[in-house]
C-alpha cells in the first residue's frame, strides 16, 4: 500500500518545494487480537497534522501521518465481535481504554494509556505495526495514520456508522466535527439564548459555529482575519462576522455587558488573552487550539474569583465519540450540520505537500483526499 511518511519535521515551507511527506511504498500491516484493518475511502487534512510538520507538536519520527479519515472495513483480529467486515466507521484520534482514570469518569478524550499510545506512536493494544519493506518501523500517528490505502487500528478507534453517509461527509467527523461542536456543547454547555464568539474560523471553528448556531436564541461572532472565512461563518450559521479588530465592538454591539461563552479555534495565547476580555461575568472561554508548547498567557488572576470567568481546556471536544458521531450525525441529517460547506474541494494524495500549503495559508477549509469508492 501506499502511505505518507514524515521522516523531518525540520523542513521549511513552502512545503511543495521541500517535499516533507513522501509516498512510500508499505507492506499492508494485519491485524492482531483486539485490532481491525480498514480499507481508507476518505482522509482530510487537519492543523494537527500542519503542527507536526512544522514542529508544534512533537512526534516520533518516521511517521505515517493523517487522523481525520473514514473507511470499510476488510478484516478483524481475534477478540473483535462487534464490527464487521464491510462495516463504514469514522475512525477516532484517541482510543479510549475504557478503564483509566479518565474513562472511568466518563472522559474518553482524555485516556491515560490512549495519550500514551498515541505520543509513542504506537497502537493501543501492541507496538506499531507499520514496517517499510527492509523492516524499518514507521509509527502511528494518532493511532490513525490515514494517509494511506489502509490503515490498522485499535477496535477502540473506530465508530461503525450507517452506509448512507456519504463518504465526504464522513470525513469530517472523526476530529473536526468531535472537536468543534464538543466544544460548545459538552466543554461548554451552551445554554439557550447565550451569546458566543468564536475565533478562527477553520473546520474546527466553523464546526462550533454551526454548532452555537442550532441552539434557540445564540447570538454567534465569526471572528477571522480572512473576508472569505467571515462570509463562511455568516453561511455556517453566525449571526455577526469580523475580524480580530472587530471582535470587541461587534460583542458591544450584540450582547449585554459581555459574551457568556468565546471559543478559541486559533491555537494563539494571545488570542486566549483577548478572548478572557471579551466575557462576561460568569462567561467561559474554551480552548481548543493546539498553541506551540512555547507560548505563554498572562491573565489578571483576580478575573476569576471576582468575575467568575473560567478557562476551559478542551480536546477532542470532551465527546464520547460512540455517542457523539451518531448524534451528530443525525443534526447533519435534519439539516442543523451544513458540513458540506466546508469541503473545499478534492485531490489525490500526491497533492499532499501542496496541500499543506494551502491549509496554512487558509486557501482551503477542509481538503479531502480521495483513495478508492
Known sequence: MRAAVLRSAELPAPYAGSNPLALETVPVPEPRPGEVLVRITRASLCHSDLSVINGSRVRPLPMALGHEATGVVERVGDGVADVRDGDHVVLVFVPACGACRACSAGRPALCYRGAESNGSGDLLHGPAVLRTTDGERINHHLGVSAFAEYAVVARESVVVIDRDVPFDVAAMFGCAALTGIGAVLNTAALQEGQSVVVFGLGAVGLMSVMAAAQ????????????AAKQDLGLRCGASLAGTPDDAAGLVREATDGG????????GSARVLEAGLQLLARGGAVVSVGLPHPDQQITAQALQFAGMGRRLLGSYMGDAVPERDIPAYLDLWRRGLLP???????????????????????GR???RIFTLGK
Open 259 to 266: 459574551a457568556d461563552v468565546v471559543i478559541e479555534a486559533v
Open 215 to 226: 441552539v434557540p436564541g445564540t447570538t454567534v461572532i465569526a471572528i477571522d482575519p480572512l
Open 364 to 366: 482551503v477549509v477542509r
Open 339 to 361: 458540513v458540506e460547506l466546508l469541503h473545499t474541494d478534492t485531490h489525490p494524495l500526491e497533492d499532499l505537500n501542496e496541500s499543506l500549503d494551502a491549509l496554512s495559508e
